[in-house]
């Protein structure tokens, strides 16, 4: 199961897994999902043998990080009673340029950055909500029992990008 982000040449389902629900290409529109004028949101999975790339054009206009969340806290829910060994690689595409969030969350979490500029507002939006999630999937594997036997790796290909809004300080 891998909801998230990946190159063409190595979606998910070719390669093991059992489903993948995200982006083929990188620096997408956060809400439209349109990257290089077409629209890039899909979910692959098997019928029978057979490979399908189901694209997701009722999910324009959600805010990609929530997606993943919500995908990754329902993998989690359809796997609580299972006997069976299972994982989740969750890739979330934030903070990647474009920066884009929810004008209310935008709102909610910068409403303390009185100096700081649009971007960096943005972009401490754009990980408040990835921490949130990341919060949300570890109350879901506690509720449903699953903590205590599961390993969670945290890791980022970012660093911090100085000239768009990240900074190496506390936001």
Do not use: C
Request: a negative charge.
């Amino acid at each position: 199961m891998a909801p998230g982000h990946v190159h063409v040449s190595m979606t998910p389902v070719m390669r093991g897994f059992d489903t993948f629900l995200g982006q083929y290409h990188g620096a997408g529109n956060y809400f439209s999902h349109i990257i290089q004028d077409a629209y890039d949101l899909r979910e692959d999975y098997r019928v029978q043998g057979a490979f399908v790339d189901k694209i997701r054009t009722d999910l324009n206009g959600t805010y990609s990080t929530n997606i993943y969340t919500d995908r990754t806290l329902s993998l989690i829910e359809e796997n609580t009673n299972s006997t069976d060994p299972w994982f989740i690689f969750l890739s979330y595409t934030a903070p990647h340029k474009q920066y884009m969030a929810p004008k209310e969350d935008i709102a909610e979490f910068s409403s303390h950055m009185i100096y700081s500029s649009p971007e960096r507002k943005k972009y401490a939006t754009m990980m408040s909500i990835l921490d949130r999630g990341v919060g949300q999937i570890e109350e879901a594997l506690r509720r449903t029992g699953a903590l205590e036997n599961t390993l969670i790796v945290f890791t980022s290909d970012n660093g911090a990008v100085i000239d768009s809004g990240g900074a190496v300080t506390i936001l």
